[in-house]
């Protein structure tokens, strides 16, 4: 496996919690560059509106110490879907669609045609998942499942399960983002929407694009991939 930048590849007695906080200092160091444009582009200037840190009601501000954030009762819990899979479920490229040896190779044109393709996610959760990363995709996934709910108290689960499972610093998959992007998360916690998380989303992909796309396209995983598809050569 290709060691992530940051972390020697003869460093083979560093803990895997080690490397994944150093991956997560690397992945803040670009969230840093790309997080003003983004942001800027979508609410000006000015900075999220200052009820924001009043969301403790609804246990939405990461740094709520209330009890509420992690006990509740039986009964205020509602059947919700699993937005990730256990790491031992997760597909393999080999479980995902095949791509063609076409679509292998469109996704070395753009970040873009990569992730429009079903068996690029899935070749490209398993790089992640060798980087320690794999929550951003899954994080991805979720917000764009969320996209598609109209039924508003099914949205209010699913935007606190997200939040849960992505956002919450207690989550042990918390995706990486900025103070920014996560004083406009407590700002719309206030009125959950299926939009809620469209800023973090947006970062998130932009993380992807900008360090972890690159890397893929140049490991091995992705040349071995257009080796296994590439037709054998006529024998003679």
């Known amino acids: 496996m290709r060691a992530p930048a940051g972390i020697t590849a003869t460093d083979d007695t560093m803990p895997m919690g080690s490397e994944r906080v150093e991956m997560r200092k690397r992945q803040m160091q670009i969230h840093q560059e790309a997080a003003t444009s983004v942001l800027q582009a979508r609410h000006g200037m000015g900075a999220a509106p200052s009820s924001a840190s009043n969301a403790c009601c609804f ?96 949205v209010e689960e699913k935007v606190r399960q997200i939040y849960e499972d992505f956002i919450s610093i207690l989550s042990p998959k918390e995706v990486s983002l900025d103070s920014h992007v996560r004083e406009v998360i407590n700002h719309n916690m206030l009125e959950p929407t299926s939009h809620t998380f469209e800023d973090a989303q947006q970062q998130i992909y932009t993380l992807m694009q900008r360090d972890s796309y690159p890397r893929y396209m140049n490991s091995s995983a992705y040349t071995d991939l257009l080796q296994s598809l590439e037709e054998p050569p006529p024998e003679t």
């Not at 990730?84 to 490229?93: G, L, M, Q, V, Y």
């Open 59 to 154: 246990c939405w501000c990461c740094c709520c110490s209330c009890s509420c954030l992690t006990v509740r009762g039986e009964d205020e819990r509602v059947q919700r879907t699993t937005y990730e899979r256990r790491p031992e479920d997760t597909p393999n490229c080999e479980d995902s669609p095949k791509p063609t040896l076409e679509d292998a190779r469109s996704w070395s044109m753009s970040f873009e045609k990569l992730m429009k393709s079903a068996a690029g996610r899935g070749c490209f959760r398993q790089f992640l998942r060798t980087e320690f990363s794999e929550e951003n995709i899954v994080f991805w996934l979720a917000c764009e499942e969320l996209k598609k709910e109209t039924n508003k108290s099914v």
